[in-house]
């Protein structure tokens, strides 16, 4: 597989975790910032529960401290 072929590949299965993210009710920025910054420590045996279908997001009052790129903070 070259280089090109590959990118595009792991483009694909971003945008999809995303849209998944999206179909099941989560903000898909919140979302992804959330599974990435949990994702070093993640045991390996619990990856699933970052899945979008299980994944139960943040603790309450954490998505007020989300800003995202290049708006004004809350």
Do not use: F
């Not at 699933?48 to 139960?56: A, D, F």
Request: with cysteine; net charge positive; hydrophobic share 30%.
């Amino acid at each position: 597989m070259n280089m090109h072929k590959s990118n595009s590949a792991r483009t694909t299965r971003v945008v999809s975790l995303v849209h998944s993210a999206r179909l099941n009710g989560h903000d898909s920025y919140v979302y992804s910032k959330d599974v990435l910054e949990r994702l070093p420590a993640q045991p390996a045996g619990r990856i699933g529960e970052l899945m979008p279908h299980r994944w139960r997001g943040l603790p309450p009052g954490c998505i007020t401290n989300v800003t995202r790129p290049g708006s004004a903070p809350p």
